[in-house]
């Protein structure tokens, strides 16, 4: 009968390790998940994006950049108050990840991505309330 607690010990070990990882998978796609517009919002209010205020024919735009270690988010909104996003580049390492444009047909500020997971952006990483 000890082998068959010893079978049992290493049952129970491997599922607790395998719990934990389906766990974590599970937080990581939840704190990576946004929106279009939720992740132009974090940019908007992270305390080290740089603004940039462009007008062309009386039409006013605005640029946002914001870097991290390895990651660079370029937002582009239209509008005094930044009515409408124009253009999101998510680019790791100089190569872009993701890019939302406004014109592109099916674009939609509602349809979701995934952050990387090294984001200061992720809900893990900062509460912010909109």
Not at 8 to 32: A, C, G, M, P, Q
Not at 77 to 96: A, C, Y
Request: with cysteine.
């Amino acid at each position: 009968m000890h082998w068959f607690n010893g079978i049992k010990e290493s049952i129970t070990e491997n599922l607790e390790e395998w719990k934990e990882t389906v766990f974590d998978w599970i937080r990581h796609r939840y704190n990576t998940k946004v929106t279009i517009q939720e992740c132009a919002y974090r940019i908007l209010h992270h305390p080290t994006t740089r603004k940039k205020r462009l007008e062309y024919l009386g039409l006013v735009f605005h640029l946002y950049v914001l870097e991290e270690e390895s990651l660079t988010y370029r937002l582009e909104t239209k509008g005094e108050h930044d009515e409408e996003i124009m253009e999101l580049k998510i680019i790791k390492d100089r190569q872009v990840i993701y890019a939302y444009y406004y014109h592109q047909e099916n674009s939609n500020v509602t349809q979701t991505i995934h952050l990387p997971e090294d984001s200061s952006l992720t809900i893990a990483s900062q509460n912010l309330v909109h």
